[in-house]
Structures are given as C-alpha cells and as structure tokens.
DNA sequence: CCATAATGACTGACCGGACAGTCATCATAC
DNA sequence: GTATGATGACTGTCCGGTCAGTCATTATGG
C-alpha cells in the first residue's frame, strides 16, 4: 500500500517514522494530526511523507495495520498450544496487559477506529482485526467442551463474544483517559493507578471467565492453572 | 451554561436545535461537525449559535449533559426498588437496548468521550457519568449480598464494574460501525444486523450475569424473575 | 388607538488561522 | 551526468468566531 520509495530508505529512519505516527495518531487521533508536525518529529520534510505514502489516509492505514500485527504478535506469541482454555486465555490477557503498558499507541489507535467519522477506516480494518481474535476464542473453547473442561451448554460464539468484551473494556482502561476515570470511579482508587487495583481487576476477571465456563457440578474441579 | 438567550427562544426551535446538534455531533463527532452547518440544519443563522453558547465546545458539552440526562432517564425510569438485583438488572439491560436503537445519537455521543482528542471533555462528562451508574450498580449487589441473593464472597466493585463494561460493549456493538462489524463477526451474521442474534446475546449477557452472581451450592435455586 | 422609540434576537459576509497536498528546486549517490 | 530522493514555500480550502447592520416585537406617550 505504501509506494516502493518507503521501502529505499533507511530502516532507522523508517521505524522512527512510523512509531512517531503510531503516537501522534493514537495522541492526537486521525484528524487532529498535523502531517507537518509529524514530518519534523520524525525528522523528515512534509514533503517527504508524500514521497512515502499517497495521502493521508494511506500513511495512517499503514500504521494502524502494522500496529495490529505488532500486537497480535506480541500478545499470541509464545501460546503453547499444549495448554489448556484457562491457561491460554490467562496467558493471552496477561500478556495483552503488559503490552499495552509498553505499547499504549496501538491499542488506541484500534480504540479510535470506533470513533465517529472514523467509519471508512472501521469498514477497512475491523473485519479483519476482530475476525483473528473471534476465530481463535472460539476455536480454544471449542477445544475445551471438547475436553470436557469447557461446559456442554456453552454457545461457543456468544461467549467468545462477551471473553473479548471483557479484554477490551480492561485494557481500553489502562489507556483511555475515559476508561481510566471510570476504572478508579468503579473501583474507588483515589490517588495514582496503582498496579495492585489493576492487577486484582484483572484476576478477578479471569476467575469470573474461569467460573462461568467450567462444567456445573460433577466435572474436574481441579482449576485449569498452569 | 449557555447564555439566557437561549432560554428565551421558542421550545420548538431549541428543541430542534439540540436535536439536530445530538445527530450531527453524534455521527460526525466534534471536531468534524461544522457550526454552519448545524446552524442551517437546524434553520437557524451560523451568528444565532453564538448567540445561545460562548463557543462550540460549550454547545457540545451542554449537549452531552442533556443527552445523558435523557439516557439515565429512560434507562432508570420506570424501576421499581422492590425488585430484586436481577430483576432490575435485567430491566436496565433491555430498557437500555431498546433507547439505544430508537436514540443512537446519545450512546455515540457517549462513546465519542473515550476518543483520542477528547480528553478535555472526558474530564469534564466521565466522572459524573460514571458516577451514578457505579453507585446504584454497586448499591444494588450490596442489596442482593445482604438478601443472600448474590454469593457473599463477591467484590462488589469489580462486579459492579465488569457488570458495566457488558452493558458498555453491548449498547456499542447496537449503535457504533466497528463494534457492529465486531458483533457479526463474532456472531457469524451474514446478512442484515438481525433483532434475533442481538435478543439472544442479550439474554445470554443477562444469564451469564446471574450464573456469576448467584450463590454457589445450597442457596435459594429459584431464579430471580418477576 | 396609533405613532414613535427602544429592545434584543437574528443574520451572513468577513477574517484569520490551520492544514492537506503540490511542485519547482536542490542534494546525493552511483 | 542522471536518476532518485529530499525539501519547504506555496496554494486552495475549510471553519470557528466576529460584528455591523436588520427587523420583528414590545413599550411609551399623546
């Protein structure tokens, strides 16, 4: 999508530019962000962006997937596929935790695309974003009724749904300054965020997954920790 | 906070006004809504805007207020304290949904505060929105604990709070164009945004809610319906 | 009851600043 | 020497906010 002349220059200054996108574009978001200022941040002309990159719009696209894939791989990297639903989706919220404390950028830039006006960015990137997610949710869980860790009954599609509702609405709260005065309304935090609060919000999420798909009453009850 | 002359106008045309404000805030989201243009939708001259409110930003923030205002109304009005948690919870869920499609415009308005740019706003409209919603969450499971209809081991604030992100990422995925491609995706629709899909994920939503509160083993078994 | 005056809401042309995108010119590398 | 990248002044557009003037309504006074 970019033009060939992206992929001449030096990565240094290639990453550098598109970092300092990937935070000017979750800072300030799509259309608040001056190509101008962008340019000298990164140490480039205006001009040059556009010896990159169409337009705009092109440079943003650009950005945002990469972030997804930064994500995706940060986040389901290093999943052994021996573990089990409980582990694994521990793993992944974990993980999705820690990333997003070093990478905030990426995540409010998927953040933004649910914004308004941002409609042709979200018919472009969502599908493809959410339909990864989706898909491995719901085949983990159809692994564990399979396995009999996961309860019968359970509608795979819906749950999957709601798991990823949950991981959302948290690490939207870690970043959003929305989500973060909501966080600290709901659980009472007066001063700083403080990683304790966070880190028990976070347990208690999983123990609330944990507990809504184990088997009722006579299945395994050992918990499915590592 | 707007100016006395605004108080002064014919109901009608305030009305239509803020109406027409609400939707064009709502869809195009602040810093792309133009004031010329939200003066001739509304019938009314670009100069008469400044005549009701010192500036956009009070516009749009008087606004929010008055669509939130609206939301809770529609939402809380009509609950009887009798009830108990989950009865009234449900009511919230389903009440909430149905104000949500026939009033899209405040619920994106809502979901605008937590994008990138807005944080001036977030400061000002998250704290008290939050607030009320924390509180009665909160007071209810309290409720339901001492009634011994909500396990007593539960903490209440982080119920209360992913209780609120379900609702949060429900009523988005009804209104916002990225969580409505999520939602098919997730839920497998191929055609139209069907009623059906959406009913069930909130009846599931709803269930997945009393499963978790409900006291684990001896406890009353009757469900907590009308 | 009418004529004149006072009020203040209404209007839209206008201003100034911001910003995406262009392009003529310059630098560099081979 | 030429081809390719780098540059930033420039352009056209858009938009928030202003303000000088208009006009409908109401008040006054004879």
Redesign the interface.
């Known amino acids: 999508m970019p033009k060939e002349t992206l992929q001449k220059i030096k990565p240094a200054k290639r990453d550098k530019l598109l970092s300092e996108a990937a935070r000017l574009?979750?800072?300030?978001?799509y259309?608040?962000t001056d190509m101008a200022e962008l340019a000298s941040r990164a140490g480039v002309a205006k001009g040059s962006l556009y010896n990159y990159f169409e337009s705009k719009q092109e440079l943003y696209l650009y950005v945002c997937r990469q972030g997804l894939e930064l994500s995706r791989r940060a986040v389901y990297g290093g999943l052994d596929p021996a573990w089990d639903v409980y582990h694994q989706l521990e793993h992944i919220f974990r993980r999705g935790a820690a990333f997003v404390r070093s990478h905030p950028e990426y995540l409010?830039l998927y953040?933004?695309?649910?914004?308004?006006?941002?409609?042709p960015f979200?018919?472009k990137l969502?599908?493809q974003v959410?339909?990864h997610t989706?898909d491995f949710l719901k085949a983990r869980l159809a692994e564990g009724v399979a396995q009999g860790l996961v309860r019968a009954d359970l509608?795979v599609?819906?749950a999957?749904?709601?798991i990823?509702?949950?991981y959302?609405?948290?690490m939207?709260s870690l970043v959003?300054?929305?989500?973060q005065?909501?966080?600290r309304?709901?659980?009472?935090i007066k001063g700083r965020l403080n990683m304790r609060a966070i880190d028990?919000?976070l347990t208690?999420?999983i123990a609330?997954i944990h507990?809504?798909l184990r088997p009722a009453a006579p299945a395994p009850a050992r918990r499915g920790r590592r």
């Open positions: 574009f979750a800072q300030r978001g259309a608040a409010l953040l933004n695309v649910s914004a308004a006006g941002m409609e979200a018919e969502s599908r959410e339909k989706a509608n599609n819906q999957a749904f709601w990823n509702g949950l959302i609405i948290f939207a959003s300054r929305h989500f005065i909501r966080l309304e709901y659980l009472e028990e919000q208690s999420t609330l507990s809504v």
